[in-house]
């Protein structure tokens, strides 16, 4: 070896490798948050298991596809809101806090770019949704949920609405200071799991009401994945729609106003 020569080459890893590394320390961070397991596992699990056994809000017929379950309506609600409350809810309160201790503000003297600290956050989320998702769907089966449709088209609602919440989360928690992140984000989690199509369908609230609560993206999550799941329908080109003009509004304005202190 010459002299003047390092050995490892001194320099930033490839965009790729940074992602990836970011993403598993992600990953590990959400794993090890008791209070974001509560909010991503434990707060769903028990809203299936409860409203699918106990008639606290009758679902008629007809929103049970005719099968007379409520499982079968509440069952893909429930799994839009895991992706709402770890995509949006949780990553913005968790992302919020780093930025407010310096974490963030000691990542951007780092070689990683924003967007790609955005990417790895994005993908530790869909890590955490598999493994929701999994448990979620044992749980429902269990109570006797029958789903149908193509899993390819529950792919895409669930990728784009993870996009979709991660970008309106990370716009939230780079732009708000942490209190006042903590604050929104548990209230929209809030409003959206009654306003959102999860629990209460649509149909309950004024006709006035419906047109513009069909445009959120909890309702074009949960009204697709219902669409697909308990009537089997095609791939929903108007749910997937809403959700990819959320998705670019989000990220793009998380990318340009996100700040890292």
């Known amino acids: 070896m010459s002299a003047g020569t390092y050995a490892p080459k001194p320099g930033?890893?490839?965009?790729?490798?940074?992602?990836?590394?970011?993403?598993?320390?992600?990953t590990k961070m959400l794993l090890r948050n008791g209070e974001q397991l509560l909010l991503t596992v434990v707060i769903p699990s028990l809203l299936l298991v409860l409203f699918s056994t106990v008639d606290i809000i009758p679902v008629s017929v007809e929103e049970t596809g005719?099968?007379?379950?409520?499982?079968?309506?509440?069952?893909?609600?429930?799994?839009?809101?895991?992706?709402?409350?770890?995509?949006?809810?949780?990553?913005a309160i968790a992302t919020g806090f780093e930025r407010r201790y310096g974490v963030l503000k000691r990542l951007g003297t780092s070689p990683l770019p924003r967007w790609a600290l955005m990417a790895a956050k994005t993908?530790?989320?869909?890590?955490?949704?598999?493994?929701?998702?999994?448990?979620?769907?044992?749980?429902?089966?269990?109570?006797?949920?029958?789903?149908?449709?193509n899993p390819l088209f529950v792919l895409l609602l669930l990728v784009l609405g993870t996009a979709a919440f991660s970008g309106l989360g990370l716009l939230m928690?780079?732009?708000?200071?942490?209190?006042?992140?903590?604050?929104?984000?548990?209230?929209?989690f809030l409003l959206l799991l009654v306003g959102g199509g999860v629990i209460v369908p649509l149909d309950k609230f004024p006709d006035g009401a419906?047109?513009?609560l069909g445009l959120l993206p909890i309702s074009a999550l949960s009204d697709g994945l219902r669409d697909v799941l308990?009537?089997?329908?095609?791939?929903?080109?108007?749910?997937?729609?809403?959700?990819?003009?959320?998705?670019?509004?989000?990220?793009?304005?998380?990318?340009r106003f996100f700040r890292w202190e």
């Open 123 to 149: 993908l530790a989320v869909l890590v955490t949704e598999v493994l929701q998702i999994a448990l979620l769907t044992a749980i429902a089966f269990g109570l006797g949920w029958s789903p149908s449709g």
């Open 66 to 91: 005719g099968s007379g379950k409520p499982v079968d309506f509440l069952a893909p609600g429930v799994l839009a809101l895991a992706v709402m409350s770890t995509a949006f809810t949780g990553q």
């Open 210 to 212: 419906q047109s513009v």
């Open 173 to 188: 928690a780079g732009t708000l200071k942490a209190e006042a992140t903590l604050a929104a984000a548990n209230l929209v």
């Open 12 to 26: 930033a890893a490839p965009v790729g490798r940074m992602i990836a590394a970011q993403a598993a320390l992600e």
């Open 230 to 255: 308990q009537h089997g329908a095609g791939i929903p080109w108007g749910n997937l729609a809403i959700l990819a003009v959320w998705a670019v509004l989000g990220l793009g304005a998380a990318a």
